[in-house]
C-alpha cells in the first residue's frame, strides 16, 4: 500500500501561484508514475501533470507553461508549482501514485490517491 498527502493548497487570486506537495510513504517502491489530477462539481477528474520515475513528465494543454511538476526522490515528495493561475483552475487537486509507469493506464485514474486540497482561484 501507498499514502499520499496533499498540502499546499488555499486562496490565491487570479495571476498568483501556489504549490502543492505530495508527500508518499509506504510501498514507494513499486510506483513508477505520479500525478495530480483536479476536479470540479460535476465533472469527472482530470489529469493535470504527471511524471513518471524516468522523468518524463507530461501536462494536460491547458496548464502548459503555467504549471510544472516535479519530485524530490530523496523525501519521496511530488510537487506541483502553479504560476498564472485563473479562476478556471479553481478545483479540488488530487495527488496520485501508479504502479505502470504507461500512461494509457492511468489517464483516467491511478492506484493509490490522497485526499485532495481545495485550490480556489479567486479575486
Known amino acids: 500500500q501507498v499514502q499520499l498527502v496533499e498540502s499546499g493548497g488555499g486562496l490565491v487570486q487570479p495571476g498568483g501561484s501556489l504549490r502543492l506537495s505530495c508527500a508518499a510513504s509506504?510501498?514507494?517502491?513499486?510506483?513508477?508514475?505520479m500525478g495530480w489530477y483536479r476536479q470540479t462539481p460535476g465533472k469527472q477528474r482530470e489529469l493535470v501533470a504527471s511524471?513518471?520515475?524516468?522523468?518524463?513528465?507530461n501536462y494536460v494543454d491547458s496548464v502548459k507553461g503555467r504549471f510544472t511538476i516535479s519530485e524530490n526522490n530523496a523525501k519521496n515528495t511530488v510537487y506541483l508549482q502553479m504560476n498564472s493561475l485563473k479562476p478556471e483552475d479553481t478545483a479540488v487537486y488530487y495527488c496520485?501514485?501508479?504502479?505502470?509507469?504507461?500512461?494509457?493506464?492511468?489517464?483516467?485514474?491511478?492506484?493509490?490517491w490522497g485526499k485532495g486540497t481545495l485550490v480556489t482561484v479567486s479575486a
Open positions: 496520485g501514485a501508479d504502479r505502470s509507469p504507461f500512461a494509457d493506464n492511468w489517464l483516467n485514474g491511478m492506484d493509490y
Open positions: 509506504g510501498s514507494i517502491f513499486s510506483i513508477n508514475a
Open positions: 511524471v513518471t520515475r524516468g522523468g518524463r513528465t
